[in-house]
């Protein structure tokens, strides 16, 4: 068998910064590992290939990478956060299901410590469903005795693959922090957590990366992070969002290879705590828009007035009125 081959990126110092982040991700193997394997028509029918199944219904699956993006301050971590403690419990969270207790990594780039501990102790004073505590493990800057790696080398990638274990969800929170080095919007720059990613897929663990959009509401950076993805989700503001609300905000799915009809839906979430625990609540954004409907009109605005202001058409505002008077 042939010896490991390694480049420059293996000699780098876990925290320091990395020039060479965009270069591809050097070889592990030798050249006897690399063959491929070939199946025909015959052999590829007879495959006896595991199903794949939900950790989180029907948003996440087994084998699959996510992307969840907004801008800052909308709640992602909030979001994550409470994904994460859905699948390691085997608990509802939303509109979705975890049906039974998973492993999760989760793996901060930038929050304070003492902030995380607050927001994981509302999201867990708010479930129903106990955890398991070693269902949900915790990697954030604070409590480590050096920088965190850089995702983007092999050195950074090996650092977190030790901690992985049994894991069956991995949750990097953000890929701007965790991925540093490269050019953000340089293609090249991705493919080294590109290449990881499919290794992880490979071995079974699924991995949800949470990032940032940019000003235009698309996920920030390059475009090809978008290409190995089963399912993207975006937050955003409605239109009549005010700062005294605090985290709410509409979840739209950009990119959802198995998510279909219903499931597929944008809806509405709201969250605020409770004697320190964290409650969500969910509503159609049809339901979300009628109300908004009405509250305008209640304020003496013309049907005209009411669709200007919603960015909706004036027939839909009628509808709405003329529902209200049967």
């Known amino acids: 068998m042939g010896n490991p081959t390694y480049s420059i990126v293996d000699a780098m110092i876990p925290g320091e910064p990395d020039k060479f982040a965009s270069m ?3 070889d592990r193997h030798g050249v006897e590992d690399r063959k491929l394997r070939v199946v025909n028509a015959a052999e590829l029918l007879t495959l006896k290939i595991p199903p794949r199944e939900h950790i ?8 699959s990478t996510s992307m969840l993006f907004a801008k800052r301050g ?3 971590t909030y979001l994550s956060l409470g994904t ?3 699948v390691a419990a085997g608990a509802p969270f939303l509109r979705w299901k975890a049906p039974k207790p998973r492993k999760v990594l989760y793996c901060d780039g930038e929050m304070p410590a003492i902030s995380m501990q607050e927001r994981f102790a509302s999201i867990v004073a708010g479930m129903d469903t106990a955890m398991e505590p070693d269902f949900f493990r915790l990697i954030t800057p604070d409590l480590q005795s050096n920088p965190m790696p850089s995702l983007s080398g092999i050195i950074g990638q090996s650092i977190i693959e030790d901690q992985l274990g049994d894991t069956e969800l991995l949750i990097l929170d953000n890929i701007s922090t965790l991925t540093t080095g490269g050019k953000e919007n340089e293609a090249e720059s991705w493919l080294p957590v590109q290449q990881w990613v499919l290794s992880l897929r490979r071995r079974g663990i699924s991995v949800l990366l949470i990032h940032h959009a940019g000003r235009n509401g698309e996920q920030r950076g390059t475009s090809r992070r978008e290409d190995v993805l089963d399912t993207m989700i975006t ?7 005010t700062e005294s609300e605090g985290a ?3 979840i739209h799915f950009t990119k959802a290879r198995s998510i279909h009809g219903k499931d597929a839906e944008p809806f509405e ?3 605020h705590t409770e004697s320190g625990a964290a409650i969500w609540t969910m509503s159609d954004l049809d339901d979300v828009t009628e109300s908004r409907v009405r509250s305008l009109l209640d304020d003496g605005l013309s049907i005209r007035e009411a669709a200007k202001e919603l960015g909706i058409h004036r027939s839909r505002v009628e509808r709405i009125k003329n529902r209200r008077s049967q």
């Open 74 to 76: 909308f709640g992602k």
């Open 235 to 241: 937050l955003r503001r409605a239109d009549d969002y």
């Open 248 to 250: 709410r905000f509409e």
């Open 269 to 271: 979430v709201r969250m």
């Open 84 to 86: 994460g403690c859905a």
């Open 56 to 63: 989180l219904e029907p948003i996440l699956q087994t084998q």
């Open 24 to 26: 591809v991700t050097p």
